[in-house]
């Protein structure tokens, strides 16, 4: 009898520290909770009873991850952990989640986490996402545990990688949007001749960077009048103002557009590769002569990255 008081003792302390992290994440004491009656688990949500299947799979997921930091504590308190104590594995532990929630997930997992770390220097700890922003939000939860941790306790051997064909690589990019412009620059240098959704991925970087500076998409940056009258020289000027780079930029939309009617389809018409390095070049040469700086702290991982942008705008005064 005792052995089984002592079991529901348990139980009930772990349901009320499932809710109290519940409560944690949703930033609400009754946005859901967990009620034990009768040995029997009952989920409520604003006081209402809930069904397991009327929950997102969001949701479904922070119980989880709340229950599983609940676990690996169980009889025992942070307080008390020793070194070495814990290898934590989470997979995607975010990208399931409905937007709205994950401030509070990412809070909560820098919460638990920087407990565990800053108790127990030894500990190991590995995410897995395919997810680039999830990588870099995570990047920033450990910069300000560091922060936060004295010199005894800063994060050693922080490793991100990605896996690419069976292999491990060191990534190269957190940011969505350096990615973009990297990858662009590469293709413009001609160290990635793979053409595949190149298009695309210039149409966003172009998108990004008109809607984050001037509030314009790819067809209003390069003939609004405002904008063209902040480029100074006139070559220039004109050079932007007519050049059809959209043609390259939406390419994958058109093809599919047309491979439904198959009379407007002429396969002859397919725009070379060649061309498609130019759009690119022009691209980056358009963006750094409005914002130069911008282009320059973007690519300061990329040697002679500036100087070569630089030639491309001089090759462009060459040919008009």
């Known amino acids: 009898m005792k052995e089984l008081n002592a079991q529901k003792k348990n139980i009930n302390i772990a349901i009320d520290k499932i809710n109290n992290e519940l409560q944690y994440i949703f930033f609400d004491k009754n946005r859901l909770e967990i009620e034990v009656q009768d040995k029997k688990y009952f989920l409520k949500c604003r006081g209402k009873n809930l069904k397991p299947y009327d929950l997102s799979t969001g949701e479904r997921n922070i119980i989880a991850l709340c229950y599983f930091f609940t676990q690996i504590i169980e009889n025992k308190n ?34 638990k986490l920087s407990e565990i770390i800053l ?24 910069e ?104 390259v930029l939406n390419e994958e939309s058109h093809t599919q557009d047309f491979i439904k009617n198959l009379s407007f389809l002429d396969f002859s018409l397919k725009i070379k590769s060649s061309e498609k390095i130019q759009t690119a070049k022009d691209i980056l040469c358009f963006m750094y002569i409005l914002n130069p700086l911008h282009v320059k702290f ?16 001089e090759e462009i005064k060459e040919r008009i």
């Open 144 to 247: 300000e545990i560091n922060e936060q941790s004295d010199k005894n306790f800063l994060i050693k051997n922080k490793f991100i990688k990605e896996l690419k064909n069976g292999t491990l690589k060191n990534i190269k990019y957190y940011n969505k949007y350096s990615q973009l412009i990297n990858e662009v620059y590469d293709y413009a240098i001609e160290n990635n001749q793979n053409d595949e959704n190149i298009g695309n991925i210039m149409r966003k970087l172009l998108e990004a960077f008109g809607t984050f500076e001037y509030k314009k998409g790819i067809s209003e940056i390069s003939t609004n009048k405002d904008i063209l009258q902040s480029i100074n020289d006139n070559q220039y000027r004109d050079y932007f103002e007519n050049l059809m780079y959209r043609l």
């Open 78 to 111: 942070y307080s008390d952990i020793k070194d070495g104590d814990f290898f934590i594995i989470l997979d995607d532990p975010i990208s399931s989640f409905d937007s709205e929630k994950q401030i509070g997930v990412f809070s909560y997992l820098k919460k």
């Open 119 to 142: 108790k127990d220097n030894k500990s190991k700890l590995i995410i897995f996402s395919h997810n680039l922003e999830v990588i870099s939000r995570f990047k920033k939860v450990f």
């Open 298 to 313: 973007q690519l300061q991982n990329k040697t002679d990255a500036i100087e070569n942008i630089r030639k491309w705008c």
